[in-house]
């Protein structure tokens, strides 16, 4: 968990450590980015079956983006990213020692709104909106040695579950981004940025939706915060405005 945070670390002190010239008015620009993220579902959907403890989870994220910069207050930004999600659990269940993986690949399809933050040292933006993921895949991981027999035994078996999940999630997602000129022709700069995404949706489908060892259902959603970094470059400018 240490390195994990510390990575983060490093990442917020490269946003505050170059010095940048900042977006030209009225211009489009392509970026490609990676990232790491800590995933969780919230509100676990263990089948009827009794419930286990939280375990860190993380996964990996890439893909592309188009933004475009009104002036120096406002801009959007569109992307296609491709990210693995999911939460695991480990711990006792019904006497025994069982480990459970929940894996899931989505196409993220964020359509943000970019509010720049004023009276900063570097050009800082925060964005914010929907985004849709789709799912592509789904896969559950699962092992337990000793114990009682599951109430829902088929519920834990490891297998292709995406039939369990809905197709799509809607979320709400937000970033605060920091852009560093790769050089003074001002056409590339390098992007970091934190980033977050709460589900608005349950994922469960509703035969899938059952009730836990107490008789209450919680929906559950998707939650990820982390961190990319990626490299930006300007294909088309209006007019001759400058910042």
Do not use: C
């Not at 003074?184 to 608005?200: D, E, H, P, T």
């Amino acid at each position: 968990m240490k390195k994990h945070f510390l990575s983060l670390i490093v990442i917020a002190m490269l946003m505050h450590s170059f010095d940048v010239m900042g977006q030209r008015r009225r211009t489009y620009w392509v970026d490609a980015e990676a990232g790491y993220s800590s995933n969780w579902i919230f509100n676990q959907n263990a089948y009827g079956n009794p419930e286990m403890e939280y375990a860190t989870t993380f996964g990996y994220t890439g893909g592309i983006g188009v933004s475009y910069f009104q002036d120096r207050d406002w801009g959007f930004k569109g992307s296609l990213f491709l990210s693995k999600m999911g939460q695991n659990y480990s711990g006792v269940q019904s006497v025994g020692e069982a480990v459970r993986k929940v894996n899931l690949t989505y196409l993220g399809v964020p359509l943000l709104i970019m509010k720049n933050i004023p009276y900063m040292n570097y050009p800082t933006w925060i964005s914010f909106g929907p985004e849709v993921m789709i799912l592509l895949n789904a896969k559950q991981e699962y092992s337990r040695v000793g114990g009682n027999p599951l109430p829902n035994p088929i519920g834990m078996a490891s297998a292709n579950v995406k039939d369990r999940f809905r197709s799509t999630d809607v979320a709400l997602s937000f970033a605060l981004s920091r852009m560093v000129d790769i050089n003074r022709s001002k056409k590339a700069m390098y992007i970091f940025s934190v980033n977050s995404s709460f589900g608005l949706t349950d994922i469960n489908k509703s035969a899938w939706q059952i009730p836990n060892t107490h008789g209450i259902y919680g929906r559950s959603h998707n939650f990820y915060i982390g961190f990319k970094a990626g490299i930006m470059f300007r294909v088309k400018k209006f007019g001759g405005l400058r910042w």
